[in-house]
């Protein structure tokens, strides 16, 4: 059986990191369950300079790319009897990713008015990986208090926050680093991730 992965994409800024880890994860054989909120729709077509009608074919393009191994299930967030609403339905894990304030909220209190919300739920109490890539800035006590409770509760917290130690040159670069990130805590191998390895010349600085 292949992995079962959740990709959640909340209606936060940054919808590039989500395509980013899309495009990679879509190369390894997992299924992928993805949850997109009404929010996180209407961003991500903004942000993409895409109609939102669009989306489902930005999606098939994806899904029928070359190198793709892993099968995608698009997700209505309305549909509270999908399979993924449910612990008996066996997944490995979920990421959040751009996860907002609101999402970061409702997974704090355990309130899930949403498929993203709720499957966010089921991996908290299941006790998977829950990885939030949290996009916000500044952040106030609520946000701040809102990410301890959903660390305490098992959660990673992981604010979309690229390094720059790699020396990024484009957009890609950057979400390129956070998709990274990501895998490393879903357990996925990336060898070309860029990691610090102590200064090329060995100098200290
Ligand atoms: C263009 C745009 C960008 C937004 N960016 C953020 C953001 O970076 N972080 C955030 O928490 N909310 C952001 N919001 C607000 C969320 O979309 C809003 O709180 C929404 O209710 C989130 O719903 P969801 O979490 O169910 O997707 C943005 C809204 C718009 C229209």
Redesign the pocket.
Known sequence: MNKGIIVGI?????AGYAVRLLEILLKRPLRIHLII????A??LA??LRIPREELQGLFDQMRSARGVKAEMVILDPNDLFAPVASGSFITQAMVVI?C????LAAVAAGYTS?L?ERAADVTLKERRPLILVT??TPLNRIHLQNMLRAHEAGATIMPASPGFYHHPQTIEDLTTFIAGRVLDHLGIEKPDSPRWEGHPDGKKR
Request: neutral net charge; hydrophobic residues 25%; charged residues 25%.
């Open positions: 909340s209606g936060a800024s940054g909120s009404e929010m996180g209407k961003v903004h942000e751009p907002s304030m609101k999402t949403n993203l996009r916000e």
